[in-house]
């Protein structure tokens, strides 16, 4: 499957912990975004990369959070002393190079903080 | 923030029936898309409709497009039990930036 694969697929953690999770986007595509979906919401957008370059991050995203690309390749999403607030699912999506670049997603990772 | 917001919240038909649901958004689009989700996994890409095209077909979806009214629409025609999931509009306001999502609809399709 070429689709885009994220790791882990879910994760548990106590409030004050980090945690680390990892995005494969589709190769040939690249852009990658970030977002996050809580429970009953649509998604909301954290941030984008147009291969190793982060071009956007949204005021969502808080100093705790961090995010890289750094061979423009698979990203990941950093956050650091979690808080009971971060709980939601973490979706990675990619886009290609050309348009009209439809944004594909990956399976999500779950994040519980306990 | 979100920008989309569908209608209704959710939706109940029988299979065979078609669903249609709505996306209202605020601001100028480049593109509008329509994702599926079912409960507690990840989206996946139903179609893509461009601010200058006014409607689309895709199997058993069909998409229209206002943008004098800054709405569009999603049919689903003869359901099945499994298109039972959450549907979401998406906009975008620029070439492949960040998406903008609606509360979604929760489509129900009972056997």
């Known amino acids: 499957d070429t689709g885009v694969s994220q790791n882990p697929r879910h994760k548990i953690t106590k409030r004050g912990q980090n945690v680390t999770f990892r995005c494969d986007p589709i190769?040939?595509?690249?852009?990658l975004y970030w977002y996050r979906q809580t429970l009953g919401q649509g998604p909301e957008f954290l941030t984008y990369f147009q291969n190793e370059a982060q071009l956007e991050k949204s005021r969502l995203l808080s100093d705790r959070f961090s995010a890289e690309r750094p061979k423009g390749s698979f990203s990941t999403l950093e956050i650091q002393r979690t808080e009971q607030g971060d709980s939601a699912m973490y979706l990675c999506a990619s886009s290609p190079r050309l348009e009209p670049w439809e944004q594909y997603f990956g399976p999500g990772t779950r994040l519980t903080v306990t | 923030s979100q920008q989309g917001e569908e209608d209704p919240q959710a939706l109940s038909i029988q299979e065979g029936e078609n669903a249609t649901m709505n996306c209202s958004y605020k601001?100028?689009?480049?593109?509008l898309q329509w994702y599926r989700q079912n409960s507690g996994r990840g989206l996946v890409h139903l179609i893509l409709?461009?601010?200058?095209?006014r409607e689309k077909h895709s199997g058993r979806l069909r998409v229209t497009l206002d943008t004098s009214k800054k709405s569009s629409s999603l049919l689903i025609t003869a359901s099945r039990a499994a298109d039972t999931a959450s549907y979401f509009c998406a906009t975008d306001d620029a070439a492949g930036n960040k998406l903008t999502f609606g509360g979604g609809t929760r489509v129900l399709v009972k056997p």
């Open positions: 409709i461009r601010s200058n095209e």
């Open positions: 190769s040939e595509h690249n852009r």
């Open positions: 601001t100028s689009i480049n593109n």
